[in-house]
């Protein structure tokens, strides 16, 4: 069987190092693995308009900055698909179908879609295409055959329910879909990076996020500015470094050879936390290593950025370029089910029989 992943982010806001170490990292991984006949990114503008109707603007001008991203991180057009949802109608047409298979109360059981509707307080002015955005999802996931969909810990439920989907129509019209598994980074300080002022999750509307194309000084600025543990007041005092954003960081971004660069009067993150934690050590030192830390991780990303902000005209070539091979896959998928569900009528003569 071939190996094929699909994944994507919805275009409404730069990507930041929650989603590059919860999912863009992996992702750059497996591209270059080798492992992979087909490797397809989606921009979900579509999705993103879900919750976004009013403001198409915002999503528009996010498409090119989450395609910089993308790039920036790794993403090598020669080896992966980079395309636009709305571009692929074929995926609207297999969620119609698909809707036909999910109940009501199934949706509103999806932990995903019931924590998002409490976010947004949608409660009862849920749009309905906002409702439905997990159907869309298995329709996106599906159209590509994938196996394989590296994302967050955060769409989990997503993928379930697109299991279930491929289940339900598999039985009721024939084995046509593929039933995809998903792919979670490894470390587990990698599934859900804190903000920088401690809370849950880095989000834009929270302004607690470290941007991949954030400056030097402005990442600096942001983690001399980060949340620790709130009784490490004197330096001499016991620290925690469980739910300590700082250590989280570290725990997800730091590589040994840092220590040897930065911090060489330790071993590793080991002997850091252990100090950390028996008192004497100032959070303020901790900081400056981790500000080294991402320093050293990001510039790349940035540099490569920069680079490719000089070149729109190609970005958009290769969105175009991905977006006409994404719909060639999508519409041979559609004409599969359709043929599953006899619906091509005018492909046969079943309709006179
Ligand atoms: N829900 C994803 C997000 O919030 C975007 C997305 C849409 C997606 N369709 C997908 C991810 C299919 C993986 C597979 O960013």
């Given at each position: 069987m071939k190996q094929i992943i699909l994944t994507g982010d919805r275009p409404t806001g730069r990507l930041h190092v929650g989603h590059y170490v919860g999912s863009l990292k992996e992702r750059v991984k497996l591209q270059n693995s080798g492992r992979y006949d087909e490797i397809y990114i989606m921009i979900a503008d579509a999705q993103a308009l879900t919750d976004n109707a009013e403001h198409p603007e915002k999503v528009?001008?996010?498409?090119m900055q989450v395609a910089l991203d993308y790039l920036a991180c790794g993403l090598d057009p020669e080896k992966s698909t980079l395309f636009i949802q709305s571009m692929i109608p074929e995926l609207t047409e297999l969620t119609f179908y698909y809707m036909n298979l999910v109940t009501v109360s199934r949706v509103q059981r999806n932990p995903t879609v019931k924590a998002e509707i409490q976010m947004r307080n949608f409660e009862a002015s849920i749009p309905v295409g906002f409702f439905c955005y997990p159907i869309s999802q298995a329709a996106d996931i599906t159209a590509f055959q994938a196996t394989a969909v590296p994302v967050g810990e955060d769409q989990m439920?997503?993928?379930?329910?697109?299991?279930?989907?491929?289940?339900k129509f598999n039985s009721v019209y024939g084995e046509t879909l593929t039933e995809?598994?998903?792919v979670l980074p490894e470390k587990a300080s990698c599934l859900r990076l804190p903000g920088i002022d401690?809370?849950?999750?880095?989000?834009?509307?929270?302004?607690?996020?470290i941007y991949l194309s954030d400056e030097s000084e402005?990442?600096?600025k942001k983690v001399m500015s980060m949340f620790t543990d709130p009784n490490h007041l004197r330096v001499e005092d016991p620290g925690q470094v469980e739910g300590n954003p700082v250590f989280i960081y570290l725990d997800a971004f730091c590589r040994p050879e840092y220590f040897e660069e930065f911090l060489p009067e330790y071993s590793g993150l080991d002997e850091l936390k252990a100090h950390y934690q028996r008192g004497g050590?100032?959070?303020v030192k901790v900081k400056r290593f981790l500000n080294n830390v991402l320093q050293a991780e990001l510039q790349p990303i940035r540099e490569r950025r920069k680079m490719w902000e000089q070149r729109l005209p190609e970005v958009y070539e290769i969105l175009r370029e991905g977006s006409k091979a994404a719909k060639e896959k999508?519409?041979?998928t559609l004409h599969d089910?359709?043929?599953?569900?006899k619906i091509d009528y005018f492909e046969n003569d079943n309709l006179l029989k």
């Open positions: 528009r001008q996010n498409i439920p997503m993928i379930e329910q697109c299991r279930e989907i491929v289940h995809p598994q998903i401690g809370k849950a999750k880095m989000s834009k509307s929270l302004g607690n996020c402005d990442i600096k050590l100032g959070d999508a519409s041979q089910v359709r043929h599953a569900m």
